[in-house]
Nanobody, 119 residues
Framework: QVQLVESGGGLVQAGGSLRLSCAAS????????VGWFRQAPGKEREFVAA????????RYADSVKGRFTISRDNAKNTVYLQMNSLKPEDTAVYYC????????????WGQGTQVTVSS
C-alpha cells in the first residue's frame, strides 16, 4: 500500500513558478513509477508528466514540455514537479499517482493540490 500527499500548490501570476511535491509512504517507493495529472474545472483529467521507476526516465505532455520538470528523491520518498513559465491554462487541481513496476495502471492517487495562475 502506498499513500501519496501532494503539496506546494497555490496562486501565482503568469510567468511565475511553483514546485509541487508528492510525498509517499512505503519502503519500496523507488520501484514505483510516478505521474502527475491535472484536472481543470469542466475538463477531463489529463496527463502532465511521469518518471519511470527504472533509470528515472521521464515523459511529458506536449503542453508542458520545456516548462515543467519532474524529478524524484528516493531517499526522501518524494517526487517533485517544477513548474516554470506558468500560464493561466495551467490552472487546475494537480494530482500525483503511483504504479508499481508490475502494473500498467496507476493504482494509488493523492488528494490533489490546487494551482491557480492569474493573468
Amino acid at each position: 500500500q502506498v499513500q501519496l500527499v501532494e503539496s506546494g500548490g497555490g496562486l501565482v501570476q503568469a510567468g511565475g513558478s511553483l514546485r509541487l511535491s508528492c510525498a509517499a509512504s512505503g519502503r519500496t517507493f523507488s520501484t514505483y513509477s510516478v505521474g502527475w495529472f491535472r484536472q481543470a474545472p469542466g475538463k477531463e483529467r489529463e496527463f502532465v508528466a511521469a518518471i519511470i521507476w527504472s533509470f528515472g526516465s521521464t515523459r511529458y505532455a506536449d503542453s508542458v514540455k520545456g516548462r515543467f520538470t519532474i524529478s524524484r528523491d528516493n531517499a526522501k520518498n518524494t517526487v517533485y514537479l517544477q513548474m516554470n513559465s506558468l500560464k493561466p491554462e495551467d490552472t487546475a487541481v494537480y494530482y500525483c499517482a503511483a504504479r508499481s513496476r508490475y502494473s500498467d495502471e496507476y493504482e494509488y492517487w493523492g488528494q490533489g493540490t490546487q494551482v491557480t495562475v492569474s493573468s
